[in-house]
């Protein structure tokens, strides 16, 4: 599989790590990156994939990246990133892994993409995250009736260059504190790199309007904790998940890294699970 990414921070370099480990290794990678970064980025890319691959490629923009004719883009950049490379890369064709879930709260955007998709027959595929039971969440979803409360409990460096700084003293804070409580929309617009697993149990579930928010600042935590409650005609069930946070990274769970792993690797070999 030719595989191309989207950003070459913590999330793409754990990624290529965990392929290599895994055994799975692309025929070709390209990295979109931003605009002037692409020497830097050249430069830790023979290092970090040279043993995953004898093919890579470094380009600065959606046209780059697609005349490396990739089978697959898996985006982990940012908000931005999404709205200004994948309506392209969608139209052209070719599948998309969007691990920034949180952008699909811009409504308008979220229409664009959809459109996109539509026209290059092409999929965006949202993968779980940090968080679990998405699948189950899903399939209740048609049944209607869905109730939906997300609770995100980060330590409170977490939370560092956030609108929670305005309201909470984050570097002196000595006792759990819930500094936000709206809708999904709100928060995933409101804490774009904070508050993705709130997009996807909207986008599977009940809607970003429906599906409620807390966010939580707390010392003692034990990593970046994230449960939700779900009732609905046809079953109720609660979830929690302690994530240990990515190295170099407080705001991104590891795990969310493994969850795009599965997405290549469901690409990548015979069977799907």
């Known amino acids: 599989m030719r595989l191309g990414l989207i950003g070459y921070g913590n999330i793409a370099t754990t990624l290529l790590g965990l392929l290599e480990r895994t055994g799975l290794h692309p025929a070709h990678l390209s990295v979109l990156a931003r605009p002037g970064n692409a020497p830097a980025v050249r430069a830790r890319l023979?290092?970090?994939?040279?043993?995953?691959?004898?093919?890579?490629?470094v380009v600065e923009d959606a046209a780059g990246l697609l005349r490396t004719a990739p089978d697959l883009v898996v985006e982990c950049?940012?908000?931005?990133?999404?709205?200004?490379?994948?309506?392209?890369?969608?139209?052209a064709g070719v599948d998309v892994?969007?691990?920034?879930?949180?952008?699909?709260?811009?409504?308008a955007?979220?229409?664009?993409?959809?459109?996109?998709?539509?026209e290059g027959g092409a999929r965006i595929v949202l993968p779980a995250g940090a968080v679990g039971g998405i699948d189950l969440l899903a399939a209740l979803a048609p049944a209607g009736g869905l109730e939906v409360i997300y609770r995100g409990s980060k330590p409170p460096r977490a939370w560092a260059g956030t609108p929670a700084e305005a309201v909470l003293d984050l570097d002196g804070l000595t006792e759990r504190r819930v500094f936000f409580q709206g809708s999904?929309?709100?928060?995933a617009r409101d804490y774009p790199k904070n508050a993705n697993v709130a997009a996807t149990l909207a986008l599977a579930g009940a809607g970003f309007e429906v599906t409620r928010v807390e966010l939580i600042a707390d010392p003692s935590a034990p990593g970046n904790v994230h449960s939700y409650e779900v009732r609905s005609p046809v079953a109720n069930y609660r979830m929690e998940i302690e994530n240990l946070p990515s190295a170099g990274n407080a705001k991104t769970s590891v795990s969310t890294v493994y969850s795009v792993l599965r997405e290549v690797r469901n690409r990548m070999e015979v069977v799907a699970i």
């Open 77 to 91: 950049a940012s908000h931005s990133a999404v709205a200004a490379h994948l309506p392209a890369i969608l139209r």
């Open 46 to 57: 023979a290092a970090d994939a040279a043993a995953l691959t004898r093919s890579a490629t």
């Open 109 to 118: 955007l979220e229409a664009d993409l959809r459109a996109a998709a539509t």
């Open 97 to 107: 892994v969007q691990v920034s879930v949180g952008a699909m709260s811009d409504a």
């Open 184 to 187: 999904a929309r709100e928060a």
